[in-house]
């Protein structure tokens, strides 16, 4: 069992800068403390799914995936099987990092234009609740192939809470009785979806009540049975099929038999001394941490503080200009050649860094995605996990909307994503989370669509440091530097790295992003330096895990109701 850390929870260290961020009197926040393995996730019956696992002598990845088949059931507008998404795996034994990527892929009859009216304008429906928004769903193929290359369990040990919560039903929580009742519109335009998330009577679950999906756990229970060959082929895969035939859509049978997991090398950076480790495309986010980090590792942020308007106006000059080169630079590197080693060189970071002046902005109308040397020949859910032989697995994945297209394919109980919007349904023109898109990132069949999800470790010594990542879109890659910065460059432990107050610029629109709880004089001072400060909704829902030689210590994000971090 975790517990809070507490001032008597473990003995006190020597204040030396070294150990200051894991142990201080003068922190503001504690974080929960484990001996021998932990599970951060943003649902609390899928967290402590994960703990049960490594509790029977599991390993990371086998609990990795007992959360994901969990999330599936407790967390419904992100947690799935009918999307997709990027795990991090690191093993202790031969101390190597494996990036798998499970993202979406557009079906075999997609084209550039397939989202543009006959004026050549996008049609935002036909990306975001249309059959034609769902991309070929590959969260269970890649849980299977985590499982079986790296884990230690069966699938039927993986996915029995999952089908038990499934069958005999959840508690509705405040948190899934406030989102049900929230997007009910989209949700509840498909019968098929609106008879599993709202009563007979068309009216709304209330917290404690309780939601059974059986349909879903006949779809889990075909996959606990004949691994992913029980969702890509025979019963699920005609369902799923047809459902999506008949709100419009074009995958076929062939689309889903013929789906592939691949297994990438992740991107690795270095910031003041610690090896960051993240994903690589079609993710954007592993290599802006990075190329943002390098940015601002020659500038002395301890000393400007946290959150200060130096310190503020540096990051947002730096984030500026990384999601530029995002939008000219990232797509799928099987279709893209995506210039990875000239956006990761610590001289082009040199390079702009030069162009940030100290207390001026720049405005996103002056910065253009960077000269490279020649190329080399929304709704999220993150988890974090690692257990006591010091594996780790950082684990993002997503239907992208909450409840992705709120179309449940009759009969199966599977929500079904509306990732085809993550593509540059027109290059230039922004997406649903406002993000500029380049050809780069244009429809086409078979191809992944970029994503922001950043699973990301942080190594010292070799071994893992900080296991972190967060959903929210657009903002997943800055929240997630934010985690990084907060814990290297400020020495706060995870919980206080986790509470702090969050920005955002993504370049374009050029508004920097700021959440309520930063301070009035510091938006002040970054208003003077010519930022145009908007407050807005809080960003991310980091679950994150740090590990020392006192014990393992997690935090689940405030941001989000009912996360839970907890260990044994």
């Given at each position: 069992m975790a517990i809070p850390l507490t001032l008597s929870a473990i003995t006190p260290l020597t204040a030396t800068a070294k150990e200051t961020s894991i142990y201080s009197h003068i922190a503001t926040a504690q974080p929960i403390w484990a001996k021998y393995g932990m599970v951060s996730s943003q649902e609390a019956l899928a967290t402590q799914a994960g703990v049960e696992i490594l509790k029977q002598g599991g390993n990371a990845v086998d609990a990795a995936v007992a959360v994901g088949f969990s999330l599936a059931v407790t967390l419904p507008r992100a947690g799935n099987i009918g999307g997709g998404g990027f795990m991090l795996v690191h093993l202790s034994e031969p101390n190597k990092t494996i990036a798998i990527d499970y993202r979406e892929m557009a079906p075999a009859k997609a084209h550039r234009d397939i989202f543009l009216d006959e004026d050549g304008n996008p049609v935002n429906k036909l990306s975001r609740e249309h059959g034609l928004a769902v991309g070929v769903p590959g969260t269970v193929m890649g849980m299977e192939l985590a499982l079986e290359k790296y884990g230690t369990m069966t699938m039927k040990q993986v996915t029995d809470a999952a089908i038990k919560m499934a069958k005999d039903g959840i508690v509705v929580t405040p948190d899934l009785q406030a989102s049900l009742s929230g997007l009910k519109r989209r949700i509840a335009q498909w019968p098929s979806s609106a008879e599993i998330f709202y009563k007979a009577d068309g009216s709304d679950y209330q917290s404690g009540e309780l939601l059974k999906q059986p349909e879903l756990a006949h779809s889990l229970s075909l996959i606990a049975k004949h691994g992913s060959k029980g969702f890509y082929q025979g019963e699920t895969a005609e369902k799923l099929v047809n459902a999506i035939q008949d709100a419009g859509g074009i995958m076929t049978l062939a689309d889903l038999k013929n789906y592939k997991v691949v297994e990438r090398e992740p991107v690795v950076g270095e910031y003041r001394g610690y090896q960051v480790v993240s994903m690589p495309p079609p993710s954007s986010g592993g290599i802006h941490i990075i190329e943002m980090l390098n940015i601002l590792e020659g500038y002395p942020i301890k000393e400007l503080g946290l959150n200060t308007a130096a310190t503020l106006h540096l990051m947002t000059e730096a984030m500026k200009r990384a999601y530029a080169d995002r939008s000219e630079y990232l797509g799928d590197p099987d279709f893209f050649d995506v210039p990875v080693n000239s956006l990761l060189s610590k001289e082009y970071a040199k390079q702009l860094a030069k162009q940030i002046a100290p207390d001026k902005a720049t405005p996103s109308s002056e910065i253009k995605p960077g000269k490279l040397a020649p190329y080399e020949s929304n709704q999220t859910t993150h988890y974090s996990v690692v257990d006591k032989w010091g594996n780790a697995v950082s684990n993002t994945y997503t239907l992208n909307f909450s409840y992705g297209s709120g179309l449940v394919a009759k009969g199966t109980g599977i929500?079904?994503?509306?990732?085809?919007?993550?593509?540059?349904?027109?290059?230039?023109?922004?997406?649903?989370?406002?993000?500029?898109?380049?050809?780069?990132?244009?429809?086409?069949?078979?191809?992944?669509?970029?994503?922001?999800?950043?699973?990301?470790?942080?190594?010292?010594?070799?071994?893992?440091?900080?296991?972190?990542?967060?959903?929210?879109?657009?903002?997943?890659?800055?929240?997630?530097?934010?985690?990084?910065?907060?814990?290297?460059?400020?020495?706060?432990?995870?919980?206080?790295?986790?509470?702090?107050?969050?920005?955002?610029?993504?370049?374009?629109?050029?508004?920097?992003?700021?959440?309520?709880?930063?301070?009035?004089?510091?938006?002040?001072?970054?208003?003077?330096?010519?930022?145009?400060?908007?407050?807005?909704?809080?960003?991310?829902?980091?679950?994150?895990?740090?590990?020392?030689?006192?014990?393992?210590?997690?935090a689940s994000d405030p941001r989000r109701a009912g996360s839970e971090t907890a260990g044994y």
């Open positions: 929500l079904l994503n509306n990732e085809m919007d993550d593509f540059s349904a027109k290059p230039g023109t922004p997406n649903g989370y406002g993000l500029v898109g380049g050809e780069a990132n244009a429809v086409e069949a078979n191809k992944r669509p970029l994503s922001s999800m950043s699973p990301t470790i942080v190594m010292k010594d070799s071994k893992p440091y900080i296991v972190t990542g967060s959903p929210g879109g657009s903002r997943i890659i800055t929240t997630t530097m934010q985690i990084i910065m907060n814990v290297i460059d400020h020495d706060l432990n995870i919980a206080e790295a986790t509470y702090a107050p969050r920005v955002h610029h993504q370049w374009l629109p050029d508004v920097l992003r700021v959440e309520h709880t930063l301070n009035r004089d510091t938006q002040s001072l970054l208003k003077a330096k010519g930022h145009e400060v908007k407050v807005n909704n809080a960003m991310g829902s980091t679950q994150s895990i740090m590990v020392t030689e006192q014990g393992i210590f997690g």
